[in-house]
């Protein structure tokens, strides 16, 4: 199975900095209809080195980096933990590009998780209670009951965040912006120590 790939990216267009270009990417592939385009693959490893990935929606971005949500007492959240270093890519298949970052993660602050809890969905608020993410549990009515339990906990009222779920920043030291060509000479420009490099590809 093979695709043949098509565009460009060049030193002359690409923005003067990784956050410009990653928002005008951004803003094409929510344009394209590229789907769930703040999906993004989120590569950890242990302390030990052992690797792990899962896809994550990003939560925001800006100079400091981009931001993600997850229980702290996940796999995720005990590699980074252990190793607090991480890479994210983004698949935007449909338009021949991906968006490959990597650098040092630190927690968000608690104001800044509770802010964005307050905006989830309800169901969604009440499943990070439910959820002991990343464990093992004997079957599907052990997670049914303790979504029950945290309805009546909570009953009508504000659904506060739990203490063991809250945001992640990662602060790229590289981000790449990868767009597929012809041949699979693909373009490659890296943001990396305040310039821009070109890789092979």
């Given amino acids: 199975m093979r695709t043949e790939y098509s ?7 690409i923005a003067d900095n990784w956050l410009v270009q990653f928002a005008t990417w951004f803003a094409d592939a929510v344009e394209a209809g590229v789907e ?17 990935a899962r896809t994550v929606l990003l939560k925001g971005y800006d100079q400091r980096g981009f931001t993600f949500f997850t229980n702290y ?15 994210l890519v983004f698949p935007w298949y449909p338009l021949h590009r991906q968006v490959i970052v990597s650098g040092a993660v630190q927690k968000v602050p608690r104001e800044e998780t509770e802010e964005y809890f307050a905006v989830r969905p309800r169901g969604a608020q009440l499943g990070a209670w439910a959820s002991p993410q990343s464990t093992v549990i004997g079957a599907r009515a052990d997670l049914e009951g303790w979504l ?5 906990r909570f009953g009508d009222g504000p659904v506060e965040a739990p203490p063991h779920w809250g945001g992640f920043r990662v602060a790229p030291d590289e981000v790449e912006f990868w767009q597929g060509r012809a041949s699979r000479l693909h373009d490659r420009l890296r943001f990396s120590g305040g310039k821009l490099e070109r890789l092979a590809p």
């Avoid at 029950?148 to 009546?152: D, L, Q, T």
């Fill in 73 to 87: 007492d996940s796999r995720k959240g005990h590699d980074l933990a252990g190793n607090p270093r991480a890479t």
């Fill in 148 to 152: 029950a339990a945290a309805e009546r």
């Fill in 7 to 13: 565009g460009e990216l060049t030193e002359e267009s």
């Fill in 36 to 52: 769930e385009p703040n999906a993004m693959l989120l590569a950890t490893a242990s302390a030990d080195g052992r690797p792990s």
